[in-house]
């Protein structure tokens, strides 16, 4: 299960990190006003999350698949006022723009994007048990 869930969220990255790089206009617009330089931001995003993804599957080496999975938690922690940004900026909108069906799902999704990065990486459990 962990293995299978360590492909997918690996595979979710990847398409995210492509599409980051391809059409970079969608993330753009979503970006908090106080971020410097929004397009470099949007394609280094896409270059981080490709790269984690590489890191998150491959199987020779604990020590990368570990620092890919703080990686992406740390990039999901990191992405994460971008998201609320677009809640806000979304809801505005007069015909309230996707709606909180899809934003508070995704809020609340978050958090759990970051466990499972660190799940899956290996990083988990933070101490060592007693043998």
């Known amino acids: 299960m962990k293995a299978a869930l360590r492909w997918l969220l690996a595979a979710f990255y990847f398409v995210a990190g492509v599409i980051h790089i391809a059409r970079p206009a969608p993330f753009l617009t979503i970006m908090p006003?106080?971020?410097?330089?929004?397009?470099?931001?949007?394609?280094?995003?896409?270059?981080?999350e490709i790269l984690g993804a590489i890191g998150?599957?491959?199987?020779?080496?604990?020590?990368?698949?570990?620092?890919?999975?703080?990686?992406?938690?740390?990039?999901?922690?990191?992405?994460?006022?971008?998201?609320?940004?677009?809640?806000?900026?979304?809801?505005a909108k007069p015909s309230g723009g996707l709606g909180l069906a899809y934003h508070v799902p995704r809020m609340f999704a978050q958090p759990a994007v970051i466990w499972l990065a660190l799940w899956v990486g290996g990083c988990l459990p933070l101490r060592k048990r007693a043998a």
Do not use: E, K
């Not at 990191?78 to 809801?91: E, K, Q, T, Y």
């Open 33 to 48: 006003g106080w971020v410097p330089a929004p397009h470099a931001v949007v394609l280094l995003t896409g270059v981080a």
């Open 56 to 91: 998150l599957v491959q199987w020779f080496s604990p020590p990368l698949r570990r620092a890919a999975g703080w990686g992406l938690a740390l990039y999901a922690l990191c992405v994460w006022p971008a998201n609320i940004n677009h809640f806000i900026l979304d809801m």
